[in-house]
Each structure stands twice: as C-alpha cells, then as structure tokens.
C-alpha cells in the first residue's frame, strides 16, 4: 500500500526559504521507473506542476520557478525534500507530493493529502 | 512556459453525456501522453485516466477520453450528481528539458 505525507511549515515570511519533506511507504525510490513529484494548488485555483525526481536522480523543473527549486531524495529514509528560496505570498498554496511510475506510464496515481502553506509577514 | 487550455467550466443534467477539451500544442499533448484528474473540493486529486484513454481499476467506465494531434477530451456518461468535481488534464511537455504541465481545470456542474 502506498502512502506520501507531507509535512513542513504552515506558515513562512517573505523571502524566506520554505522546505517540504514527503515522506513515503510501500515503495522505494531507488526501484527502477520510479519518480516523486510535488505540486501546488493557489486557493480556488489550478493545479501546478513544480517539480519531479525519479529513481536514478533525474531531475526536472518548473520553468518558471527552476531558478528557486531544488527537489532532493534520501531513499534511505524514504523521504523526497522540496526546498523553495525567496518565498513570496503568491506562493500561498496547498502543496501535494505524489508518486509516479513506469507502471501506468508515470501518471500521478498516489497523492498525498497536501499541506497548506501561507506566506504572511 | 506551455500552457494547457480546457474551459472553466461545463454543464449538464444526470444521464447526460459531457465532454470536457484540453487544448495543448506540438510539444505536449502532440508527442505525449494525456492524463485526467478530477478533484473534489478540499480533497487532494484523483487519476481517472492514463495513457491518453486507459482508466485505472476503479473508474466507471462511464468516465472516457479520446486525442486527437495536440487536444485532447474527455467523456463522462450517464452523468450524475456525484460527478460534480474539478477536471484537469496533464501532459509532458518536451521543451526546456521537459517538465509536466497541468490544464487550467474545469468546474463541472451537474444541475
């Protein structure tokens, strides 16, 4: 069974740098054709696509944000890590990890519940 | 940055049948897959469809899709009540050394 849980602070300052960590079961990200992804969602907005890593350390970006994202794994203790510099209140969202893989050819099939995230002075 | 466009929003009464669109380009929906999610509100989202048109166990098969060059739709049948959700459609856009692209979503009502 898989599951991924988010955790990180609810609430960060402006310009501060905001980490997220998903920490995750019922899979390893050191399997092949395996990938970890974050995405936000603005209140009453769309979905957005940040970030993606896959099991052999690949990495992909949002375009618009790569210059203030770095997503990380340790696959020893099954955690995916999200780093976002220069937080601005814009960036106020609920953010999701979510599992991918080779399987259903990389759709987002486990989400984790989300965390919301404020960015207030 | 690539954008993916579907409708805002979307209509219709139970046993209806709906299509929601999702309009994209050569370097997304044109040379890769489609991906439909549907999301209740306060909940995280759900996979509906993979692969351009395969559901995953689970999903009714009253819920469908189709592409076709660079859009792509989807179907539900039979609508009912319990299908009021948001939709969004993904894909993999292959330019800046690739990354995922969602659609704008589409508030589906079911009146």
């Known amino acids: 069974q898989i599951t991924l849980k988010e955790s990180g602070p609810t609430l960060v300052k402006p310009t501060q740098t905001l980490t997220l960590t998903c920490t995750f079961s019922?899979?390893?990200?050191?399997?092949?054709?395996?990938?970890v992804a974050w995405v936000r969602q603005p209140p009453g907005r769309a979905l957005e696509w940040l970030a993606l890593i896959y099991w052999d350390d690949d990495r992909r970006y949002r375009p618009s944000l790569k210059s203030r994202l770095t997503i990380t794994k340790d696959t020893s203790r099954n955690q995916v890590v999200l780093t976002m510099t220069n937080m601005d209140p814009v960036d106020t969202a609920t953010y999701y990890c979510?599992?991918?893989?080779?399987?259903?050819?990389?759709?987002?099939?486990?989400w984790g519940q989300g965390t919301l995230v404020t960015v207030s002075s | 940055q690539s954008v993916l466009t579907q409708p805002p929003s979307a209509s219709g009464t139970p046993g209806q049948r709906v299509t929601i669109s999702c309009s994209g380009s050569?370097?997304?929906?044109?040379?890769?897959?489609v991906y439909w999610y549907q999301q209740f509100p306060g909940t995280a989202p759900k996979l509906l469809i993979y692969k351009d048109n395969k559901r995953p166990s689970g999903v009714p098969d009253r819920f469908s899709a189709s592409k076709s060059g660079t859009s792509a739709s989807l179907a539900i049948s039979g609508l009912r009540f319990e299908d009021e959700a948001d939709y969004y459609c993904?894909?993999?856009?292959?330019?800046?050394?690739?990354?995922?692209?969602f659609g704008g979503g589409t508030k589906l009502t079911v009146l």
């Open positions: 050569s370097s997304n929906i044109g040379s890769n897959y």
């Open positions: 019922g899979f390893s990200l050191s399997t092949s054709e395996v990938g």
């Open positions: 993904k894909s993999w856009d292959d330019s800046l050394s690739g990354y995922g692209i």
């Open positions: 979510v599992h991918t893989d080779g399987n259903l050819d990389w759709a987002f099939d486990y």
